[in-house]
T-cell receptor, first 111, second 111 residues
Framework: DTGVSQDPRHKITKRGQNVTFRCDPI?????LYWYRQTLGQGPEFLTYFQNEAQLEKSRLLSDRFSAERPKGSFSTLEIQRTEQGDSAMYLC?????????FGPGTRLTVL | DQQVKQNSPSLSVQEGRISILNCDYT??????FLWYKKYPAEGPTFLIS?????DKNEDGRFTVFLNKSAKHLSLHIVPSQPGDSAVYFC??????????FGTGTRLTVIP
């Protein structure tokens, strides 16, 4: 399978806990993006990497959020001290050309 | 503020007829426009795109029209099929950077 994969697919956590998600992009894609989608909304940009460099961060990415792509391959998105408002689908995407290929997403539920 | 807008949250169409999904944008710097299709519990999948230097792009049953003066684009699906039932997102981009998405239109094709 040469698509974008994300793990886990679902995560339920209690408010105040930390969570970490992983994304494995398509291997030849050098750009990797994180988006968040809430009910009734389109995907909203969080951050993106070109290789291992984090080039842009949205103002949606509060200081409780951190993303890494240590070797320019897979990426992790960590949310510290989760809040109920963090409940959403977290989507990862990668690209080399103009269009993004999305993974299946990680659905986070914060109780 | 929402730079890409899809003002129709839902659309129902009879099988075999034409589906027309509309999208408006506000940022005149957008130079590339895309349509994504999303099924429940999956990430968005790329459908069709158009560069700002064109006013039409066709791929099988799918055609995208761009009216730059009106900052409007539309996706036509002819003929519509039940398998086309999904949420359709319009997205826009400046350069090869992140995508700005609309809020989506849920298309239901009635057999």
């Amino acid at each position: 399978d040469t698509g974008v994969s994300q793990d886990p697919r679902h995560k339920i956590t209690k408010r105040g806990q930390n969570v970490t998600f992983r994304c494995d992009p398509i291997s030849e894609h050098n750009r990797l993006y994180w988006y968040r989608q809430t009910l009734g909304q389109g995907p909203e940009f969080l951050t993106y990497f070109q290789n291992e460099a984090q080039l842009e961060k949205s103002r949606l990415l509060s200081d409780r959020f951190s993303a890494e792509r240590p070797k320019g391959s897979f990426s992790t998105l960590e949310i510290q001290r989760t809040e109920q408002g963090d409940s959403a689908m977290y989507l990862c995407a990668s690209n080399r050309a103009r269009f993004l290929v999305f993974g299946p997403g990680t659905r986070l539920t914060v109780l | 503020d929402q730079q890409v807008k899809q003002n129709s949250p839902s659309l129902s169409v009879q099988e075999g007829r034409i589906s027309i999904l509309n999208c408006d944008y506000t940022n005149s710097m957008f130079d590339y426009f895309l349509w994504y299709k999303k099924y429940p519990a999956e990430g968005p999948t790329f459908l069709i795109s158009i560069s700002s230097i064109k006013d039409k792009n066709e791929d099988g049953r799918f055609t995208v029209f761009l009216n730059k003066s009106a900052k409007h684009l539309s996706l036509h699906i002819v003929p519509s099929q039940p398998g086309d039932s999904a949420v359709y997102f319009c997205a826009a981009q400046t350069g090869a950077n992140n995508l700005f998405f609309g809020t989506g239109t849920r298309l239901t094709v009635i057999p």
